[in-house]
């Protein structure tokens, strides 16, 4: 085999396994029973980013076949989401407590917020003088969180980007800013009114 030749086989070959690792390592093989949306929560990922990343405009996958993985919710801000949804909805229903892991989601996702799950739930006003979550003003984000605020927390992982839009909630019994009453309502969960 002239050099040549060599050279540029090798040249192929680690042109190809160049472009592929970044697939190989995000790829996930459908499995008998799977489903987007366990494959979504196994990866800590929405159905509907998991989708978009297999350029799938539904849900039908086929054992056999390979899915990319886009890039996931860390542990820590799950975690720390949790702590939020247990602190913030602590008597709420399920759905509510859904709903307010959505919100901070929503957030993170949206132009007027910081683009982390830990600059949304941390996020302060007027030089730190308002805080976007009292929980995190008065120490209790920092109890653990139950099971089913962790599970509420993995399910609007899950659904991300399908909800309403709700970027706000509040109790209208305790809510002093009156500001907070214009937002469009989305839905009343419990106690809790949900806006954007």
């Known amino acids: ?104 989601l929503n957030r993170v996702d949206h132009k007027d917020f910081p683009d982390s799950v830990a600059g949304v739930i941390y996020e302060t006003y007027n030089n730190g003088l308002f805080y976007a979550f009292s929980p995190v003003k008065d120490g209790a984000i920092n109890q653990p969180a139950d099971a089913e605020s962790i599970s509420a927390v993995n399910e609007a992982i899950a659904f991300r980007g399908q909800g309403q839009g709700s970027i706000f909630f509040y109790n209208p019994e305790t809510a002093v800013n009156k500001w907070i009453s214009s937002r469009q309502i989305t839905i009343k969960i419990g106690n809790h009114v949900f806006a954007k």
């Open 1 to 104: 085999m002239s050099k040549i030749l060599r050279i540029s086989v090798l040249t192929i070959i680690t042109t190809i396994a160049f472009l592929l690792m970044p697939a190989i390592s995000n790829a996930y093989t459908v499995k008998s029973g799977d489903s987007m949306w366990k494959i979504a929560q196994q990866n800590s990922v929405s159905v509907l980013s998991l989708q978009n990343a297999n350029n799938r405009s539904n849900s039908i996958i086929y054992p056999g076949e390979n899915l990319l993985i886009p890039e996931a919710i860390s542990a820590s801000d799950k975690q720390l989401m949790a702590k939020l949804v247990h602190a913030e909805a602590k008597g709420e229903p399920y759905a509510g407590k859904v709903a307010v892991a959505t919100v901070i």
